[in-house]
Nanobody, 111 residues
């Protein structure tokens, strides 16, 4: 499945963004999905997981209570609602299944 992220941008500390990941076909509904990020000069960091049915979610400790992962299988779309953003959240954000990754969307948190 092809994955295309969108919704990134420049936001001030404390602000919010909602990332979207559009999948190319309905096989999306059978996949567990993740959000993964990579900060400048650093390695990949897993951020959040959601199972195929949307009933189970998990988060990196540093984003718990601020980020919410969700999905709409009817629209073949994965979301990441990010609130109370911090400069340390600055990174390229990727959506990923077990086999496929998107191209990423850049999130920059800066005043």
């Amino acid at each position: 499945v092809q994955l295309v992220e969108s919704g990134g941008g420049l936001v001030q500390p404390g602000g919010s963004l909602r990332l979207s990941c559009a999948a190319s076909d309905s096989t999306f509904s059978s996949y567990d999905m993740n959000w993964v990020r990579q900060a400048p000069g650093k390695g990949l960091e897993w951020v959040s997981f959601i199972n195929s049915g949307g009933t189970d979610t998990y988060y990196l400790d540093s984003v718990k209570g601020r980020f919410t992962i969700s999905r709409d299988n009817a629209k073949n779309t994965l979301y990441l609602q990010m609130n109370s953003l911090k400069p340390e959240d600055t990174a390229m954000y990727f959506c990923a299944s077990w086999a496929d990754w998107g191209q990423g969307t850049q999130v920059t948190v800066s005043s």
